[in-house]
């Protein structure tokens, strides 16, 4: 599914004649309508409002990709190319979005009354919001939770939320992309 990307220029139309653009005059400016697809990995800053498909997010410290279990548990893993290591972001507004793994179906969900971040069935919950902190690089991005304002951190073995200092550990990156 293409994202849409507007762009306005008082330009010439005749000048940014592509293929892949529509030209809208209106008074002294062109409105131009470009079809990208966009990525984590281009844009680490990007607030999907579609399905951008599926990707495994790969921590900047140890490369292990977040994996989720046969059954609630996330753990970090290496190796492989299982549709359990692959998620999805599903826009909830705001700039916020949620992260559905494509095998079992259930979103990261950091737990409120616990240090557990997990992935869980269920509506439409705010701990299961996520917003993009890029890093410097343009590469990585942290991964911080609506209501706790911890993020997704590798630590000891473990995927888990934090807060406080910032380390290699907390931030990720998007590999391996698969169309829905």
Not at 91 to 114: D, E, R
Request: some cysteine; glycine content about 8%; aromatic content about 12%.
């Amino acid at each position: 599914m293409p994202f849409l990307k507007t762009l306005e220029a008082r330009t010439n139309p005749s000048t940014l004649a592509e293929p892949s653009q529509e030209h809208h005059k209106s008074q002294s400016r062109t409105l131009v309508t470009t079809l990208t697809r966009p990525t984590l990995d281009q844009n680490p800053n990007i607030m999907c409002d579609i399905i951008c498909g599926y990707f495994k997010l790969q921590n900047m410290s140890t490369s292990d990709w977040i994996v989720n279990t046969s059954d609630a548990t996330i753990v970090p893993y290496k190796g492989g190319d299982y549709d359990d290591q692959y998620w999805r972001m599903v826009s909830c507004g705001g700039g916020y979005f949620k992260l559905q793994n494509k095998h079992s179906g259930k979103w990261l969900t950091h737990l409120q009354n616990g240090d557990s971040i997990i992935a869980y069935h269920g509506a439409d919950y705010e701990d299961q919001y996520w917003k993009v902190i890029p890093h410097a690089d343009g590469k990585h991005f942290k991964l911080e939770n609506k209501l706790s304002h911890k993020w997704v951190t590798e630590s000891g073995g473990k995927i888990i939320p934090f807060t406080g200092a910032t380390y290699d550990d907390q931030y990720w990156k998007s590999t391996q992309h698969k169309e829905l």
